[in-house]
T-cell receptor, first 109, second 115 residues
Framework: KQEVTQIPAALSVPEGENLVLNCSFT??????LQWFRQDPGKGLTSLLL???SQREQTSGRLNASLDKSSGRSTLYIAASQPGDSATYLC????????WGAGTKLIIKP | DGGITQSPKYLFRKEGQNVTLSCEQN?????MYWYRQDPGQGLRLIYY???????QKGDIAEGYSVSREKKESFPLTVTSAQKNPTAFYLC??????????????FGPGTRLTVL
């Protein structure tokens, strides 16, 4: 059974720092991996989708990597800003999406 | 603008009542999904529909029911059989199910509280 883990559950860093969020999964037989952002009390916004054949995807200050063999993905956020404060969720696709519990990120001004 | 709408934003239910959460999309997507989100847990799939008049149970379907009479609409009913319904409910859609491979787009959610 696929399990997805995100560590840490919460992270607080000063504005301007580069940071990495982690996502690990137990079954490497995935179609893709997706990263989402969720603001408090709101729905989810898709950030990046990495196909199983890809190693990374970039969008602006965000870069997501995928290492299927080790069951790991990272989301790199460059030059963090207070507006980046949110919960970041990853999900792996294997017939259906299996979700991590998220990392709550706080960027301190 | 294309997107997914959910209503109401907040919903309060008394013990023993059935309530229905609305989800509408104008993205012309075939597949639609209902998830439940609880604090400290990942999203869990309740039901999904790949096409009109068809739907399948997800991991936690007990106490819930759905219908898919129109492509644009996928309402979720939380029945009195659902013992712990207080949660945040999210609706999503994708171009088609394709084994969950396609990018899913989410609505703003409905927070349901049992009084």
């Amino acid at each position: 059974k696929q399990e997805v883990t995100q560590i840490p559950a919460a992270l607080s860093v000063p504005e301007g720092e580069n940071l990495v969020l982690n996502c690990s999964f137990t079954d490497s037989a995935i179609y893709n991996l997706q990263w989402f952002r969720q603001d408090p009390g709101k729905g989810l916004t898709s950030l990046l989708l990495i196909q199983s054949s890809q190693r990374e995807q970039t969008s602006g200050r965000l870069n997501a990597s995928l290492d299927k063999s080790s069951g790991r993905s990272t989301l790199y956020i460059a030059a963090s800003q207070p507006g980046d404060s949110a919960t970041y969720l990853c999900a792996v696709s294997n017939y259906q999406l299996i979700w991590g519990a998220g990392t709550k990120l706080i960027i301190k001004p | 603008d294309g997107g997914i709408t959910q209503s109401p934003k907040y919903l309060f239910r008394k013990e023993g009542q059935n309530v229905t959460l609305s989800c509408e999309q104008n993205l012309n997507h075939d597949a639609m999904y209902w998830y439940r989100q609880d604090p400290g847990q990942g999203l869990r799939l309740i039901y999904y529909s790949q096409i009109v008049n068809d739907f399948q149970k997800g991991d936690i379907a007990e106490g819930y029911s759905v219908s898919r009479e129109k492509k644009e609409s996928f309402p979720l009913t939380v029945t009195s059989a659902q013992k712990n319904p207080t949660a945040f409910y999210l609706c999503a859609s994708s171009t088609n199910h394709q084994g969950g491979r396609n990018e899913q787009f989410f609505g703003p959610g409905t927070r349901l509280t049992v009084l």
